[in-house]
């Protein structure tokens, strides 16, 4: 099950996929039937029902959406994705330490950085697998590995220590 947050406008929609013919909107169960014309952004739309067109196309992490004569600006985040970039402490930066730990019980799947490693802002710095899902764990900011705690293999807690960072 998928689920994604999308911003439009001011407006914030909850959107969890169920399965290939219902997604819950909000709380609201619907009947959606989407289809692609290959090599276009033209989508053909059926919700409950009811037939749109729609012109989807990429703007960077976001889409621009055409629908109805009009034009809207979706910003789509995965939820756990934002479960985890809401997880970051706010001080994380104005301080000069970073220490990351894991928002859930997991297992470590990659950790592909080493200690004294110069690293970007959201630069991967743990792979964790949590509930069959793979969660890319990344820097805050720009900085070096000062120490790591974990391994590839090793299973760990909510909140336990992963690896710790300095701004440069």
Do not use: C
């Not at 009947?31 to 739309?45: H, M, N």
């Not at 729609?54 to 976001?62: F, K, N, R, Y």
């Not at 200690?115 to 070096?144: F, T, W």
């Amino acid at each position: 099950m998928s689920r994604y947050v999308v911003h439009i406008g001011d407006r914030e929609y909850h959107i969890e996929i169920l399965d290939d013919r219902h997604v819950r909107l909000n709380g609201e169960i619907i009947e959606v039937d989407l289809a692609t014309l290959p090599g276009s952004p033209l989508f053909s739309l059926i919700v409950n029902g009811k037939s749109y067109e729609v012109l989807a196309t990429p703007q960077g992490e976001d889409w621009e959406v055409h629908l109805k004569g009009r034009t809207y600006l979706a910003e789509v985040e995965d939820e756990a994705a934002r479960t985890l970039r809401t997880s970051i402490p706010d001080n994380a930066a104005q301080s000069s330490d970073y220490l990351l730990q894991a928002p859930m019980p997991g297992l470590v799947v990659a950790v592909p950085v080493a200690i004294g490693q110069e690293v970007n802002v959201n630069e991967v710095l743990v792979v964790l697998e949590s509930m069959k899902m793979q969660n890319e764990l990344r820097a805050p900011y720009s900085g070096h590995v000062v120490e790591i705690y974990v391994h590839p293999g090793e299973r760990v807690l909510q909140k336990q220590d992963l690896l710790r960072m300095r701004r440069f």
